[in-house]
């Protein structure tokens, strides 16, 4: 288990926000390097913007506006007045957790587990701390409601893009009040075809050491780490734990959420399918 690494997550290109159309071209010309492989930075910053305009670019991805591409995730402070931009690397490198979140969703209902349990809670934004963020996946148990936190979120990007991705598990598990169980971070490496799966939660006091468990600060933590290559799956298998997701304990034959080596392995053939390694 390991903690964030020191040092800050690589500096986000920053532009002052004039219009909305024109945060769009910047978005788009960014997205068009991403998808050419002239860039590995998912993120652009805007600043400043008010809080009605973050409302009009947000809603108008999906209302017809066409503010932003909808696969476009947002990250925008009410205190700072910044949005940040995270932009689709690629199609394919999309495919990593949404091949996960179908999975998940498979392998709750393969043991016996109803939808009615659960929202898919998808990229909604959740808000904390004056930041509102949106996952590119999450789920959430029913006893949060349609409003509450989710209590598992999925966030896939670059292997450039890593650092960020781990400052912003850190944000969902601290913000949340700890609402968040676990973070779990998909991150495709263009140049070798690989994929690191990390998993993070916050840490937790040991019971047998009641001075340090009543002096304990929770910080985040790295539980997993898996790496799937061209010939190896090291660290499998991937266990989602099922109490992180529906906030009770399993009653047999419901069980974990686990992904073999086999399994890990089909997310890397399905990933770079077409690539030729």
């Known amino acids: 288990m390991s903690p964030i690494p020191e040092g800050n997550a690589p500096s986000i290109g920053a532009h002052k926000f004039t219009t909305i159309l024109e945060a769009r071209r910047l978005v788009d010309q960014q997205s068009q390097r991403l998808f050419a492989d002239a860039s590995r930075s998912q993120y652009l910053l805007f600043e400043p913007v008010s809080k009605d305009q973050f409302t009009t670019i947000s809603d108008g991805r999906y209302d017809g506006r066409d503010t932003l591409p909808r696969g476009t995730r947002l990250t925008y402070n009410e205190n700072s007045k910044t949005l940040i931009t995270k932009i689709m690397a690629s199609p394919r490198h999309e495919l990593g957790h949404h091949y996960l979140d179908a999975e998940i969703t498979y392998k709750l209902r393969r043991s016996g587990i109803p939808p009615s349990e659960y929202f898919l809670a998808g990229a909604t934004i959740c808000t904390g701390n004056h930041t509102s963020k949106q996952p590119d996946s999450s789920y959430k148990s029913k006893l949060r409601g349609v409003d509450g936190w989710p209590t598992v979120i999925l966030d896939s990007g670059l292997s450039e893009s890593l650092p960020q991705l781990r400052k912003d598990a850190e944000w969902w598990l601290a913000s949340s009040g ?59 298998p ?33 990933v770079w399918h077409g690539e030729g390694v």
């Not at 994929?195 to 539980?223: F, N």
């Not at 959420?257 to 890397?268: K, N, P």
């Open 238 to 270: 991937l266990v989602l734990g099922f109490a992180k997701i529906l906030e009770r304990d399993a009653v047999p034959p419901e069980g974990d959420v686990e992904f073999s080596a086999r399994e890990l392995r089909a997310l890397g053939d399905y």
């Open 178 to 236: 700890r609402d968040v169980h676990l973070a779990l971070l998909i991150s495709v490496r263009r140049d070798d075809r690989s994929i690191v799966l990390e998993a993070w939660e916050m840490s937790r006091p040991d019971p047998a050491r009641t001075r340090a468990s009543a002096q304990h600060v929770p910080v985040p933590i790295r539980t997993q780490e898996i790496t799937v290559t061209r010939d190896t799956v090291a660290g499998a």
